[in-house]
C-alpha cells in the first residue's frame, strides 16, 4: 500500500515529495520608491515605473494542500513541513541510503494484506496458490519497473522540451520552414518533479501518438480517482478489521456485543487520530503501529507453524470460481506501485534502486517468499476454517494470542489516520477550491470534512458483513487498475512513440492487460456475490 507525500505543498496523487515553491509576492517587501531613491536610485513615478517584479498579483489558489496553519516547529533548526508523511509514518525529508530505502519498501507492503493471504490460498489451494501467487508477485514488480523506465523517459523527454520552449522563435521558425503552418504543440497537464505516479501517466500520453494526447489530462485524473478509492477502501477494511478482533476479545471476557456496535464504538478514537494533522503526532502513531504489527507478525507465524496437519486434509487445487476471489486478494497484498517512485526520488543513488541486485528487486523477492509462506502455512493450519484476517483463528484462551490480537488491531487504528490522510490530499483543495465558505474558514471546514469522510468509511464498513470478500472486492476493483493496466498502457505508447514497439513487446503487454482485465472483472463480481451472500 504504496504512497509518500509531501504535506508542504501538494499538487497531483499521492506519490512523491513536493518542494515549496517560493511565493514571491509575499516574499519580497513592498516596493518603495523612496527607498530606492535614497540609495541613489530614481523614485518612481508614471515617467519611471516600478521594476516589473513588483508588479506581480497574488497567485491564484494553485490546488495545493497547504498545511502552515496547522503546523508549528517545534525543533529548532528542524521544519516540520519539510517532512514527508508516508502510510507507514512521517520521515525526515532526507536523501536515503539503500537499507532505509529497503525497510521503507517493507513497511509499504507488509500489512492488512498479508494476513489475509491465508484467505487467498483457501479459495486458491495450497500448490495453485503457490504457484499464482509467485507469478503474480513478478507480474507486479515487472510493471514496477515499467513504470520507472516510463518516468525516467517522460523526465527526459519534459526537460528537452522546457529547453524548447525557453529558445522558442515562433516568427523565426516559420520563416525557417518557408513559410508553413507549424504542427501544434501537444497540450501538457500541470506536472511538478521529480515525477510521480500520475505525472508520468499523463505525461505518457500528452507526449504520445496524436490520437491519445487529449486523454492526457483524464488518465492523470483517473489515476487520482483510483488511488483515493483504493485509500478510502483501506479505511473501511480497516474499520471491519479492527471491530472483528476486538469483538473476539471481548466475547471472551464476556462482553457479548455485535460487530456493528464494536464499529461504532471505534468512531469516536478514528475520528479523534484523523483530525490530527501536526506531523509530530502522527509519528508517534506511526512508530507505534509499526511495533506492535511487527510484533503481531511473528507471534502469528509462531501459532501458524504449530502442529500442521497432513498437507493430504487440504485442497491443493481450488475451484475454479474461488479463482477470482483469490486474485482479488493477492492483488490488494501486492499492489505497492504508487510507492515505488518516491521511494526511489528520495535516494542518495536512486540508481541503486531499479539495478539487478537493487532495492526494488531484493526487497520484493522477500515480500513475494513472505506472503508465499504465510499463506501457505495459515490454509495449511486451519484449513477451510481460515477467516479474512489470520489473528481471527487465534486461540481465544491464550494470552499471547489474546495480546496479538489486541497489537495488531491496535497497530491497524493507529495507522488508519495516515491511510485517510492520502484521500484528504486528493479530495480537500478541491473541495476548498469549489465551495466559497471553506476558503473563508479553511481549518474548522477542513476538519468539518474529515469527520465527514470518517463517517462514509464507517457506514460503508457497516454495510460489509465478510472482510475477506471486501478486500477481494477493492483488489480486484482498484489495486488491479493500478498495478496491471497503468503500466502496460503507457509502456505500449511509449514504445510506439519511439518507435521501438516490437511483436514481443506488444504480446507481453497484452497478456498483462489480459490478465488484469479478467482479474478485474471476475474479482470484482465474484467479490459483489459473496459480499451478497452474507446479508
Not at 7 to 18: K, S
Not at 329 to 346: D, H, K, S, Y
Amino acid at each position: 500500500m504504496p504512497v509518500a507525500i509531501s504535506v508542504e505543498d501538494y499538487c497531483g496523487p499521492p506519490g512523491v515529495y513536493r518542494p515549496r515553491q517560493l511565493d514571491i509576492v509575499n516574499y519580497f517587501p513592498p516596493y518603495d520608491g523612496a527607498t530606492e531613491a535614497s540609495n541613489g536610485g530614481q523614485k518612481a513615478s508614471p515617467e519611471h515605473p516600478a521594476p516589473a517584479m513588483m508588479e506581480l498579483q497574488p497567485v491564484p489558489p494553485d490546488m495545493r494542500y497547504h498545511v502552515r496553519h496547522h503546523h508549528h516547529r517545534e525543533r529548532p533548526g528542524h521544519d516540520y513541513a519539510e517532512d514527508v508523511i508516508t502510510t507507514q509514518g512521517v520521515q525526515p525529508h532526507h536523501k536515503t541510503s539503500y537499507a532505509e530505502t529497503m525497510m521503507h519498501l517493507f513497511k509499504g507492503n507488509i500489512g492488512t494484506g498479508c494476513y489475509a493471504m491465508g484467505d487467498a490460498f483457501k479459495n486458491g489451494g495450497l500448490v495453485l496458490a503457490t504457484v499464482l501467487t509467485l507469478f503474480i508477485g513478478f507480474v507486479c514488480v515487472h510493471c514496477q519497473h515499467v513504470l520507472l523506465n516510463c518516468a525516467d523517459l517522460m523526465q527526459a523527454r519534459k526537460r528537452e522540451e522546457d529547453a524548447k520552449d525557453q529558445t522558442y522563435d515562433p516568427i523565426g521558425t516559420v520563416e525557417a520552414n518557408n513559410g508553413k503552418p507549424l504542427q501544434a504543440k501537444p497540450t501538457v497537464p500541470a506536472v511538478s518533479e521529480p515525477l510521480d505516479f500520475a505525472d508520468t501517466v499523463a505525461l505518457c500520453f500528452a507526449y504520445g501518438p496524436p490520437s491519445v494526447r487529449p486523454w492526457a489530462t483524464a488518465m492523470k485524473n483517473a489515476v487520482n480517482i483510483f488511488i483515493c478509492v483504493t485509500q478510502l477502501g483501506f479505511c473501511c477494511i480497516y474499520f471491519v478489521f479492527i471491530s472483528s478482533n476486538f469483538k473476539q476479545i471481548a466475547d471472551r471476557y464476556g462482553i457479548e456485543l455485535d460487530v456493528h456496535i464494536h464499529m461504532a464504538l471505534l468512531v469516536v478514537p478514528i475520528v479523534l487520530t484523523s483530525i490530527i494533522t501536526k506531523l509530530k503526532f502522527l509519528s508517534y502513531c506511526s512508530l507505534a503501529a509499526n511495533v506492535f504489527m511487527t510484533l503481531g507478525i511473528g507471534i502469528t507465524f509462531y501459532y501458524a507453524a504449530q502442529e500442521l496437519p497432513a498437507l493430504s486434509e487440504r485442497n491443493l487445487v481450488g475451484r475454479l470460481e474461488q479463482l477470482p476471489l483469490f486474485y482479488g486478494t493477492a492483488i490488494f497484498a501486492f499492489e505497492g506501485i504508487a510507492l515505488v517512485l518516491p521511494l526511489q526520488n528520495e535516494m542518495k543513488h536512486p540508481a541503486d534502486f531499479g539495478k539487478p541486485f537493487g532495492v526494488l528487486n531484493i526487497g520484493s523477492t522477500f515480500i513475494i517468499l513472505l506472503f508465499t509462506v504465510f499463506g501457505f502455512l495459515g490454509y495449511w493450519q486451519w484449513g477451510e476454517a481460515v477467516q479474512g484476517s489470520l489473528t481471527l483463528n487465534l486461540p481465544d484462551n491464550e494470552i499471547l494470542a489474546e495480546s496479538v490480537k489486541i497489537m495488531i488491531a491496535t497497530g491497524v487504528l493507529l495507522g488508519y489516520a495516515l491511510q485517510f490522510f492520502v484521500a484528504i490530499m486528493i479530495m480537500w483543495p478541491m473541495v476548498e477550491s469549489r465551495v466559497a465558505l471553506a476558503s473563508k474558514h479553511p481549518v474548522r471546514c477542513e476538519m468539518l470534512f474529515r469527520v465527514i469522510m470518517v463517517l462514509v468509511t464507517f457506514l460503508i464498513a457497516e454495510c460489509v458483513p465478510n472482510l475477506g470478500a471486501f478486500i477481494s472486492l477493492i483488489g480486484a476493483f482498484c489495486s488491479s487498475s493500478l498495478a496491471l493496466m497503468f503500466p502496460p498502457v503507457i509502456e505500449l505508447i511509449v514504445a510506439w512513440t519511439n518507435g521501438k514497439l516490437t511483436i514481443w513487446l506488444v504480446l507481453k503487454n497484452v497478456v498483462i492487460l489480459l490478465l488484469a482485465l479478467l482479474g478485474f472483472a471476475t474479482g470484482t463480481y465474484e467479490s459483489v456475490l459473496a459480499l451478497a451472500k452474507d446479508f
